[in-house]
């Protein structure tokens, strides 16, 4: 009985309050005002709870704002302070309630899950890929040169090596040999003086030489000299013509035919030239000391072994038997008796009393 008549004080207590022992506290969520009562002796650490309470936010999710006052977030450095101090405020109330952030969470597995099965599946389909062989790759790198090789002991190798590599890389050289299915093991070049041959009709120079049906290609690059090289597209037709020797030997009727379907190939898929090739460009080839020309479709009797390209040419001076010393010593007498000449000219130009126009050297910075 004593505890029923307790429990009746208080509640009578409670209800007999009057307006005067309540603090109102103004909070303003998601753009609506709600009023919160609270005991006049009530603290601010009550405040977080009520909400929690009233809105499922978690207390450490709670931030407030206080009108021309600091922001309240847990902890709260004064928890014991009085709510009374904060009556007449709109308080403005950020946070998420548990449900929502529940739901971001989940909402951001799934995201990661799908993007992890995502990133396995392309991962998967890459190792796919480079495990299946590249068909267009793996027949491009088939059908080309295994290596590509100067001679050593040359002057300027390196520029050799750079003609060789055009070659290789050449877009019509690359489409025929695709086409074909030509393979050439080695694309090297040829020394020049061990493959000119003279006799009393005149000097023939070997220009190019297929080995074995495509173990080697060999191609004359250089001058006689050594000291120059030779036009592009004449090395060019020769590598059409060393092509077709790697499927035929002989230089008869079927030999031809091909070789000048590689050409007409070729040059079609010369885009920088647009297709067209250098007029008034002819050789000949030399089949076992007879002279054939490409476009009489000339039968040779078996030909030179392997089959070779020869431009023959009936010049006035031979070489034959010349070492290349001897030929590096000519050409060297022949530019000093050129300077000597012109030094004699200038001599009696200043006798008569002019000189001939000389172009003034620039200066130091570059400027003349």
Known sequence: MAEQDHQDYRDSDISSDSDDDCVTIAIS?????????????????????????TW???????KILVPKGAMLKWPVKEPDALLLNLAGK??????????????????????????AARREERAKNKARHRAKPNKAASASSQYSFGQVKPLQGLPRPERSMALLLR???????????????????LLTEMEPLSNTQSNHEGTSRILG?????????????????????????TIRKTLCHELAHNVHS????????????IE???????????GNTVSGESSRYVLN??????????????????????????GKASIGGMSRRDILARAAVERQRKEDCAEAKAVEAAAKGWRPCQRQQPSDDGKE
Not at 56 to 62: A, F, G, L, Y
Not at 267 to 273: C, L, R, V
Not at 296 to 311: A, K, P, R, S
């Open 29 to 53: 969520y998601r753009q609506n005002t709600h009023q919160l009562q609270f005991h006049t002796e009530a603290t601010v650490a009550a405040l977080f709870t009520e909400i929690e309470e």
């Open 56 to 62: 499922d936010i978690p207390v450490s999710n709670q």
């Open 90 to 115: 709109t308080l403005k109330l950020m946070g998420s309630p548990s449900s929502e952030v529940t739901a971001v969470q989940n909402m951001c597995e799934r995201v990661a899950k799908r993007e």
């Open 167 to 185: 070659l290789k890389e050449d877009p019509g050289i690359k489409a025929t040999m695709k086409k074909h299915k030509f393979t050439v093991a």
């Open 209 to 233: 030489l297929n080995r074995n049906k495509g173990e080697v290609i060999e191609l004359r690059l250089r001058t006689d000299a050594y000291d120059g090289y030779r036009d592009y597209k």
């Open 250 to 261: 002989d230089h008869d009727r079927h030999f031809w035919d091909l070789c000048h379907q």
């Open 264 to 274: 007409r190939e070729v040059d079609a898929a010369d885009w920088k030239s647009g």
């Open 289 to 314: 000391g007879q002279e054939a020309y490409d476009d009489d479709h000339g039968e040779d009797d078996g030909g030179w072994t392997g089959g070779e390209f020869v431009l023959g040419g009936r």
